[in-house]
């Protein structure tokens, strides 16, 4: 559990009230402990000693970065934690990743989900999108890895600054990567059919259900049809039914 409030700006919109008030009615009693040992079917042992009854283990306490995967010497080229530098420490580790996907100047090698945001799962499925244009050899990439490098800083600075956190927590900035990787990938930020639905209506995953279409008919040179009716369009009906009203 966390040293800190339940309550704070890193977590008010994932713990309900109702988590609360079972807390302060004392219904929902909280150990700062970690499992030491489970002993039978509703025996466990903390690392303090204490036992405790349970009839049921729900895992789901969080984790920390460690990429055993990775020799030290690619963890270092990518800026990513070393086994010595993940092991003294448990603190948040801020991946040197560009668009929060791959390291610079290691081409086999992605990250997908590994942001933090309101929309974790409608991201999670662009960047795989992204990812696969990415190994297919079809986005164009910055040429000059500085510039790669000015676009991690600069994410990293905003999300420090903004939010006191690593550069992977994008909270409610869930859109800007999502209108970025559509871009990259050379598909229409306009997921909709007409600009109200698209400014004002709800984000859901629904928008999202053309990306492999989209890709395979510009894969392959072909003009993926989608009629949008945009704001332009809107001023035009109504400049002509001025223009006719005037005439009669």
Not at 71 to 80: E, F, I, N, R, V
Not at 148 to 159: N, P
């Amino acid at each position: 559990i966390p040293n800190h409030s339940f309550r704070n700006v890193e977590n008010i919109y994932m713990v309900p009230q109702d988590f609360i008030r079972l807390k302060q009615q004392r219904r929902i009693i909280a150990k700062l402990d970690s499992i030491d040992e489970i002993i039978d079917s509703t025996t466990i042992r903390l690392k303090s000693g204490e036992h405790l009854q349970a009839d049921m283990i729900i895992c789901a306490t969080g984790f920390i970065n460690r990429f055993p995967f990775f020799s030290d010497m690619d963890a270092k080229t990518m800026g990513l934690p070393t086994m010595q530098t993940s092991a003294k420490s448990n603190i948040e580790t801020d991946l040197y990743l560009y668009r929060r996907i791959i390291p610079v100047g290691v081409p086999n090698v992605a990250f997908v989900g590994y942001v933090v945001c309101l929309t974790q799962w409608i991201l999670a499925e662009v960047a795989s999108h992204w990812v696969s244009e990415y190994f297919l050899g079809r986005l164009k990439l910055p040429v000059a890895e500085t510039e790669m490098y000015k676009e991690i800083d600069e994410t990293c600075t905003f999300i420090h600054k903004k939010f006191n956190r690593v550069g992977y927590y994008l909270f409610y900035y869930w859109l800007s990567p999502i209108e970025i990787y559509l871009n990259d990938m050379g598909l229409r930020l306009e997921r909709t059919h007409n600009w109200i639905s698209e400014y004002f209506g709800i984000y859901r995953p629904e928008r999202l259900k053309d990306l492999h279409e989209e890709r395979r008919a510009k894969a392959a040179g072909i003009k993926y049809r989608h009629w949008y009716f945009s704001f332009q369009h809107t001023l035009l009906i109504l400049l002509f039914l001025l223009f006719i009203i005037l005439l009669l």
